[in-house]
Every structure is written in C-alpha cells, then in structure tokens.
Nanobody
Framework: VQLQACGGGLVQAGGSLRLSCAAS????????WGWYRQAPGKQRELVAR???????YYADSVKGRFTISRDSAKNTVYLQMNSLKPEDTAVYYC?????????WGQGTQVTVSS
C-alpha cells in the first residue's frame, strides 16, 4: 500500500484546510484509514479514523471541527479541518491499517497562526 498525502499549509486561526490521502496498491485489504498528527516535541496521536464499514472515530480535541471521509472510487481519504486552532499545528500523517500491519504516508505540515 502506498499513501500520498497533501493539502497542508499555513492558515489563520478559525480557517479551514482539507487534507487528502491518495492510496494505491493492495488497498482492498485495508480495514481502517486514519489521520494522525505529530507536533514538535510530542508523540504522534490519532486524530480521526474511518473503518471500512464507515464508522468513524475522532479525538476529543477535534470533535465537531474535523471530518474524516473516504471516496472509494478515487481511493482517497480526506480530513476536512474547520475552525482551526494554533494547537492544531503539526505534521499530519495518513495511515492504512490492514490489521496485521499498517502503512504510513509521508507527512504534510499544517501550521495555524494566531
């Protein structure tokens, strides 16, 4: 599985960004797609996740502001981020979970200015 993430950038607090993660390879075996983030000096954390059956999970810090979705026809997973806060600043990574192993995309930087 290969993952290509894009869509990061610099935005003011209160603004929006949409991250995209294009997948290729043996994606039919992926059971969960996730977005993680890692801020400087902090551990990587799960932001949002969507299962193959469409069930979603959000970290408390982003509930009501972020939305994860998947376009199966385009083999792409999205993370719509609204009402961004400076504390959302991090490198965002997409992840494909096949149960017995997982794959990471390269990170995309999101910077939110106050």
């Amino acid at each position: 599985v290969q993952l290509q993430a894009c869509g990061g950038g610099l935005v003011q607090a209160g603004g929006s960004l949409r991250l995209s993660c294009a997948a290729s390879g043996s994606i039919s075996s992926v059971i969960r797609w996730g977005w993680y983030r890692q801020a400087p000096g902090k551990q990587r954390e799960l932001v949002a996740r969507i299962s193959s059956d469409g069930m979603t999970y959000y970290a408390d810090s982003v509930k009501g502001r972020f939305t994860i979705s998947r376009d199966s026809a385009k083999n792409t997973v999205y993370l719509q981020m609204n009402s961004l806060k400076p504390e959302d600043t991090a490198v965002y990574y997409c992840h494909a979970d096949r149960g017995w192993n997982g794959y990471w995309g390269q990170g995309t930087q999101v910077t939110v200015s106050s």
